[in-house]
């Protein structure tokens, strides 16, 4: 039932699944961003992290505005920046 307290055997499953999706995600992000496991693995705590501090952790590419994205996403398409649509 949905508003019931977890069992110890119910929590111990979803604490399970969760280590499971969170070490996935870890291997992703350092493959797909060319880092270790272990780098990765240190800044993946659960926190959020400002913009800055993610391009210094190598985290993402660049800072910049939706305006920015649109451009970016329309060079890598080859279409034009009003062909380009973000759902709100």
């Known amino acids: 039932m949905p508003f019931t307290p977890l069992t110890a055997a119910e929590r111990a499953l979803f ?7 969170h070490e996935e995600f870890i291997k992703q992000v350092a493959k797909n961003r060319g880092m270790a496991v272990k780098d990765v693995a240190k800044l993946a705590d659960g926190s959020s992290m400002p913009g800055a501090l993610a391009l210094e952790n190598r985290l993402i590419d660049a800072l910049g505005n939706q305006a920015a994205t649109r451009t970016w996403f329309a060079e890598q398409l080859g279409l034009t920046v009003p062909d380009i649509e973000f759902c709100e």
């Open 15 to 21: 604490e399970r699944d969760l280590k499971i999706y």
